[in-house]
């Protein structure tokens, strides 16, 4: 069990690995937007961060929704009030 | 009483409480009911056999002010296969079922009770990664049905929050106890559990355990225990787990990683993800429940293309090695996800 554990390991995770690496190392200086764009605040950073944990960052939330959206989703991640009000002020500020 | 009545009185009520609701003065952010909706198809051939899965899933969202939620999911699956399995017209039939419906009280931080139904939060899959629009290859893993039977939920209640954080971690935890219940679309088992994880922030790096015992004719452990991790640097996404019940034992090991870092055609890469899975079980006590009961490895690569965050092409190839039969998996199709406000309100 543990050989076939390691062999999945070189399988499934090493070229993933090394394959943005690699890519990252060869396009250094070349495209700014091929690396993921910086956070540029605290719930930028926060949605970006909680979300992705599990899913795709959504792009397009109406305001309306947003209030009942991340009620659910604090829920679900376990976030903290704090988290909840700072995500609230990024996407419906 | 008639249920479309119950219905919208619970809508008016939903509403009149928003309107009440003091938390959310300083922010645009609306508290309005919203149904949540996705689509999808899937093009299936399991061992040379096809089968036609369109799917719907639809999660009612109710909120009652800011602390107060009440959430609900009702799937919609339809499953057709030739008549001879290989031969003949397609026939089948569309399966209906209720996942969840449970009421969320916000208490605080630290506290966030549910009663109802609930999703049972046993490891990665089953109330995280399970949705349509989310999951990354179409097939659950096999150990998906560890800590999840019979059917993923269990009616109770249940305690979860976020138990302790600083700027560098956070702690959550969940505990549930859960009734045994062969109530038609809520049926459950008597069992009591738990799952706590911490998530490292500047590593965006989580590990988590997941606990249940039965309170029930064999009186099962199950465990498992699991990895989630999205580097910063790079469009990366690593989730592994090992369960472990009296039934079996397994891991599965699966990376997403999107393209955008491919130095040609940046438009057209920075959409597509590559996602290869690894998984592999070995039956204890002679397996079953849900689970193989034979040794079994499998090994997935899927490709998937996203149009918009909502909408996307999925395809998988599979490879399973059993000591049963030898099989190729293929899964082709699309998933598109919508967000409907159940009420009119600030745009």
New interface residues.
Partial sequence: MRRSILSAFCIAVLPLLLCPILLSAGTKGADPKAAPAKPQNEGERLFAVNCGRCHQPPMSISPRTTGTIIMHMRTRARLSRQDEQALLKFMAP | MKPWWIGTCILLTTCWA?AQ?PD?D?????????LSSTFGYIHNVNGGVTSLEPQAEE?L?V?FG?HV?L?SRAEFVGFFQRENQTTGPFTGKVFKSVDYAQL?W?A??HV?A?AGAFLLPYGLYN???GPL??RNLQDSPITDAIGTRPNGVGDGVML???AY?TPAY?I???AYFSTRSSINQLEASRLAGGDTSI?L?GA?L?VGESFQHTLQEHQINSSGTYV?W?P???????KAEFDRSFNGEG?W???A?KL????VK?AFFSRVQ?V???Q?F?PLNGGGNSLPRKNT?Q?DIGLNY?F???FRLVSSYGRQFSQQANANVWNAGFTYRF?W?LWP???
């Fill in positions: 928003s609701n959310t300083h922010t645009e952010a609306g508290h309005v009911p919203v999660v969202l909120p800011s939620l959430e969320d916000l605080n931080t966030i549910t109330e995280r990664l629009w989310i979860r929050g976020n954080e956070s959550q935890y969940s998530f922030k965006r989580e989630s999205q910063e640097e790079f469009p990366l996404d690593l891991y090991l699966e990376s990683y955008s870092q491919v130095p940046p590559l290869p899975r690894v592999q070995h490895q090994f996203y918009r965050d909502n967000i406000p309100g600030r745009k």
